[in-house]
């Protein structure tokens, strides 16, 4: 599974370069394409919240290569900066909010598929997501990285769009709420496979000591 998404992943780089050169050239600030990603996957949140779940995967994956487009910019005009990955990170958590929120939204508001279950479960794939991302954050502010797990961002992104562009609410809806659930479990357990690995990290790490100890 990890060499078949590698190789989309690597086409999928292989398809917007075209992109990413004419943003180059164009002198487009990184920052700038960050705004309007989030601004995209915001919108594509607020697709879902009103009940268009085929447009919003549609539109979430189509808007999703400024996710990747920000970094590809800054890494070759050489404008990557601490602020730059900072801002990047932070509108990630606001995407990730609407986006979830969004179908947090539909499962409450809908008249057709309101679920009160799935409610619970799309607001535990929020609260779970948040905790991924925090404890990456928490581990990097310690000095190590603990982008580990089973879901990171991008696969995250994935489930959001393609499923929903193609399915939508096909079968009654059964496709769209089992991708929730899958995202949801997926989440819990990346939050936890995290947790083990800060523990290990940690805790095999040498515990500092004080001058002339």
């Given at each position: ?19 990413a ?6 002198r ?11 601004l995209?996957?915001?919108t594509?949140?607020?697709?879902f ?7 919003g995967g ?6 999703a290569?400024?996710?990747?487009l ?5 890494r070759?005009?050489g ?5 730059g ?5 932070t ?15 539909f499962?409450?508001?809908?008249g ?11 607001t ?10 925090y ?8 000095g ?11 696969e ?5 769009a ?5 399915f939508?609410?096909?079968l ?37 000591t004080?001058?002339?100890?």
């Amino acid at each position: 599974m990890k060499a078949i998404w590698n190789a989309i992943v690597s086409g999928y780089l292989k398809v917007i370069a075209p992109v990413a050169d004419w943003l180059v050239a164009k002198r487009v600030r990184p920052n700038t394409i960050t705004t309007v990603g989030t601004l995209c996957t915001c919108t594509a949140g607020v697709i879902f919240a009103t009940g268009h779940i085929r447009t919003g995967g549609w539109f979430l994956g189509l808007t999703a290569l400024f996710d990747v487009l920000d970094g590809t910019v800054a890494r070759r005009t050489g404008t990557t900066s601490l602020f730059g990955a900072f801002y990047d990170s932070t509108l990630d958590r606001v995407a990730d909010g609407f986006l979830l929120g969004g179908l947090v939204v539909f499962y409450a508001t809908h008249g057709q598929h309101a679920n009160q279950g799935m409610v619970i479960v799309a607001t535990m794939a929020l609260i779970a997501t948040f905790l991924t991302s925090y404890t990456n954050a928490r581990a990097e502010g310690l000095g190590f990285s603990a982008r580990v797990g089973v879901l990171q961002r991008p696969e995250r992104i994935t489930l959001l769009a393609a499923p929903q562009a193609f399915f939508g609410l096909a079968l009654h809806g059964l496709v769209l709420a089992g991708i929730v659930t899958l995202l949801m479990v997926t989440a819990w357990v990346t939050f936890f496979q995290r947790m083990a690995y800060v523990h290990r990290t940690a805790t095999a790490a040498p515990t500092p000591t004080s001058p002339g100890e």
